[in-house]
């Protein structure tokens, strides 16, 4: 048991003192508790030897009631105060997990589905906070009230004590054999419920598409499959516990059976008197709770501890990308200049190349373009400047500095990125626009939104910049969400200004409009886009095009278009697409 809880011991010693107080508050309610037969049965002998009398029979009775109410005293103390530090720990738990998956790197979350970290996070947790609040609780009580219960079936009759006890090794050889099984599909059901959020999810996120191509019906189906799956499982470990319940109600049946033929006759030859016998039968009765609740306690604990396995499973990964290479020396308020260099840069994904020998200086408060074929490699370059993904030692550089000696909160909070994949929040406009820059003033936020054209279009919204754009953004036009981002972006003033194809929804002349506000608005900026059109690139102080992973030009709009190679391919090809627009 302990071995399994192990994960959790830096969370439970934040709280010794409150176990501590809840173990005596245990130990104190147990101790109150084997006092009540106790009583009944000298109450019995008294009253068959002296004869009953009103001051006797209410003597007793209000003994009873006064143990009885220091009892519930102490049981109210350990249910508040051990439940309690459950919560705590759920609570404690859940904020260092989500911190913890907040400084993961983009790996980690290929490898894991967004649908199965929710069920960790929810029902793994839950699982958790039962294992460490009521399955404890209970198994002291359990271990406890045995103890004290056995001192006093000793005391009265050692051999009616064996004799009673006698099928409890069953019992505990049935726990045993059925709390692996138990653990084990219990594994495969915390399995099932991932898979049923991470299709949930994926369905809800992806539900344009799906009525897009009329697979509502194909979805559906795949979800009752995963669902009857689970129900599948979930029924097999009930069939368990279907089991486990109702033996252990049998053996302790068959125990209260063996206690009364055995403690009957000794009562008739005298060797223990009638208040003692039914002393005895109170503390039997009072262990029939405690042993059944054995097999809540063994479902609690597996279903706990493979729970636990599980978070600890995402507790134990480590992040690729962090601050272990960082200079202690540079301030957490530190400003860049945005001077960018690549030294002879390869990167791959596992095994698969994608960046050749990339050499290139981008000085600060330039522009960079770079264009290129689809899979060249575009999209990469820029995540290794901003860290999503970890370049090789020493080949990228900023302001002169390796790129992983920057703290990643000093680095990223330079720069400010448009990804091609525009993400919103459900929240209103105002808060994703100052997503990161939440100092930022009204005016602040106003320029940002002018100079990404986006001002006047939310200005018109019934409720303005508090109008609530819904999950992902979906209540805006793709030309209204990648504006928003560029907004977001332009109003953290970042040294780096990274645009990956963050115009592609918008049309040309909103393209031009933006470009203006963007060259006004970045003049101490770096800035780096990407883009498939070459009017987006043609005014941008060097412009690089990527071809497999290598630069194969580099030059400005004038020199690429006179070594008529890739981009001057390219520029011909769309200025006849727009002349046969116009024609047209």
Do not use: C
Request: avoid cysteine; charged fraction near 20%; hydrophobic fraction near 45%.
């Amino acid at each position: 048991m302990l071995r399994d809880l192990r994960p959790l011991f830096a969370y439970m010693r934040r709280y010794r003192w409150g176990y501590v107080w809840g173990s005596l508050s245990v130990v104190a309610t147990n101790v109150v508790s084997v006092q009540g037969p106790r009583i009944i049965g000298k109450a019995i002998d008294y009253l068959k030897q002296n004869g009953a009398t009103r001051n006797t029979i209410l003597f007793y009775a209000g003994l009873l009631v006064a143990i009885y109410l220091v009892k519930g005293v102490f049981l109210y103390a350990q249910r508040w105060i051990l439940i309690g530090i459950s919560r705590e720990i759920e609570f404690d738990l859940r904020n260092d997990l989500f911190k913890h998956l907040e400084k993961q790197d983009s790996g980690f979350y290929h490898r894991y589905r967004t649908g199965d970290i929710m069920a960790r996070m929810t029902n793994d947790l839950n699982a958790v906070r039962m294992l460490l609040g009521p399955a404890l609780m209970y198994s002291a009580n359990t271990v406890s009230l045995f103890l004290f219960a056995l001192v006093y079936l000793l005391h009265y009759s050692p051999y009616l004590t064996l004799v009673a006890l006698a099928p409890m090794p069953v019992a505990s050889i049935l726990v045993q054999y059925l709390g692996s099984k138990i653990h084990t599909r219990f594994e495969r059901i915390q399995a099932s419920f991932s898979d049923i959020s991470a299709q949930a999810q994926e369905n809800y996120s992806g539900v344009r598409l799906i009525r897009a191509f009329a697979r509502e019906e194909s979805q559906i189906g795949l979800f009752e499959s995963l669902n009857r799956q689970y129900i599948s499982r979930s029924l097999r470990l009930v069939q368990l516990m279907g089991m486990l319940w109702p033996t252990l109600e049998f053996i302790l049946g068959v125990s209260m059976m063996i206690t009364l033929l055995a403690g009957g006759h000794l009562v008739l030859q005298g060797r223990i008197s009638a208040g003692d016998f039914v002393a005895f039968n109170a503390y039997m009765i009072q262990l029939i709770w405690p042993i059944i609740a054995i097999g809540w306690v063994v479902n609690i604990f597996q279903r706990g501890t493979a729970s636990v396995k599980r978070i600890d499973e995402l507790l134990a990964e480590k992040p690729a990308i962090d601050d272990r290479d960082a200079d202690p020396s540079i301030p957490a308020d530190a400003v860049l200049r945005g001077d960018i260099e690549l030294r002879h840069l390869n990167f791959n994904y596992g095994e698969i190349p994608v960046l050749h020998d990339v050499s290139l200086h981008v000085p600060a408060g330039t522009s960079l373009a770079i264009v290129g074929p689809t899979g060249s490699g575009k999209t990469t370059l820029v995540n290794l400047i901003s860290r999503l993904y970890e370049s090789p030692d020493d080949s990228l550089l900023i302001d002169g500095r390796p790129v992983r000696e920057y703290p990643l909160d000093v680095l990223r909070r330079n720069i400010g990125m448009v990804p091609q994949e525009t993400f919103l929040f459900s929240e209103t406009v105002r808060e994703n626009l100052r997503f990161g820059a939440t100092d930022a003033s009204e005016t602040e936020m106003l320029q940002a939104a002018e100079a990404a054209h986006i001002r006047q279009e939310f200005e018109d919204f019934p409720a303005g910049f508090d109008t609530m754009v819904g999950e992902r953004g979906v209540t805006l036009s793709g030309g209204q969400k990648q504006r928003s981002a560029i907004a977001r972006a332009l109003l953290r003033n970042p040294a780096i200004l990274i645009l990956d194809d963050a115009l592609a929804s918008v049309d040309t002349y909103t393209e031009e409009r933006i470009l203006g506000g963007l060259r006004s608005y970045t003049t101490n900026s770096t800035t780096i886009l990407i883009s498939h059109r070459v009017s987006t690139v043609r005014n941008a102080d060097q412009i690089a095009v990527l071809d497999h992973g290598r630069i194969v030009e580099l030059g400005r709009h004038e020199d690429l278009l006179a070594l008529d190679g890739y981009y001057a391919s390219l520029y011909q090809k769309q200025q006849l697409e727009e002349e046969l627009t116009v024609a047209g």
